[in-house]
């Protein structure tokens, strides 16, 4: 990898993991229209782990109370409002861990990495994007989540092992469908986000460990430090700015991109 790919590569990661605008598509689409070398499973593994760090260290009173009302909850102390996300956030995962492991020994995961899949998936889902934040009610807060609601959206998440997709923007979409405002459909959105990039970051981990390529951990470091930056920035200007703006520019961006792969393909 030279620093152009490196620097482009982290910040797309960085910048599109936490948007409702697919990750995945936007770094697959470099190596498909530049014809770059693929990047990597270290790579991978590198700014999987920079944007982890950032929406760890963005939410870090959030977690705090969160880890310990959940381990208070299982001593037997009651449950708190705290305790129930923990839960909720918990068991929302488990669809898509489900579905992924599903992918991964099937082989069909290798398989939607196309860019005819990349068009289909921008277009529909951020057309139902668009329809979600236009006619829905958006007036719950956070607090109102249960764990019905919660289940719902984790089952959407499993929508996102599809490339083009968007985790934040299929989790966001079910939950302003279900009657969140913006800024709630996001922040449970973000939490749900941390032991699913997690898991993948473990899942690659492994995966690197098995593989005899070697490492230069110069990139590595290079790539961890601009995603986890990028992401850490993205978070913030996205919360202060979502209920002023809404999700609509990121709707008409897909729209956009979409129509683009398909003249591209």
């Known amino acids: 990898m030279n620093l152009l ?17 697919s990750s995945s598509a936007h770094l697959i689409l470099p190596a ?14 590198a700014v999987h782990i920079g944007t982890l760090l950032a929406v760890i260290i963005y939410f870090r009173k959030d977690l705090v109370l969160l880890i310990r009302d ?29 579905f992924g492991l599903f992918l991964k020994v099937s082989g069909l995961d290798d398989s939607m990495r196309s860019l005819q899949v990349i068009a289909g ?27 019905p609601k919660a289940m719902v959206i984790g089952f959407a998440q499993m929508l996102a092992l599809v490339p083009g997709t968007s985790r934040s923007g299929i989790t966001m979409t079910a939950a302003l469908f279900l009657g969140f405002d913006r800024e709630s459909a996001a922040r449970f959105s973000f939490l749900l986000s941390i032991p699913v ?14 593989s005899p390529a070697p490492v230069d951990w110069q990139v590595l470091m290079m790539g961890a430090l601009l995603s986890g930056i990028s992401a850490l920035l993205c978070i913030h200007l996205f919360l202060g700015a979502i209920n002023r703006m809404g999700l609509m520019p990121f709707v008409i961006y897909r729209l956009a991109l979409g129509v683009a792969l398909l003249f591209v393909i």
């Open 5 to 21: 790919q490196i620097v482009v590569l982290s910040l797309i990661q960085g910048l599109t993991e936490f948007l409702p605008i």
């Open 32 to 45: 498909k229209l530049l014809h770059w070398p693929d990047q990597g499973l270290a790579f991978d593994v």
């Open 70 to 98: 959940w381990c208070l909850s299982l001593m037997g102390r009651g449950a708190t409002p705290h305790s129930n996300m923990a839960w909720y956030v918990g068991l929302a995962t488990i669809p898509a861990v489900l």
């Open 121 to 147: 998936t921008t277009l529909i889902f951020g057309a139902l994007l668009g329809v979600a934040d236009y006619y829905a009610p958006c007036r719950w807060p956070l607090k109102a989540m249960n764990l």
């Open 197 to 210: 990039i997690l898991g993948a970051g473990l899942l690659l981990t492994l995966d690197l460990m098995k």
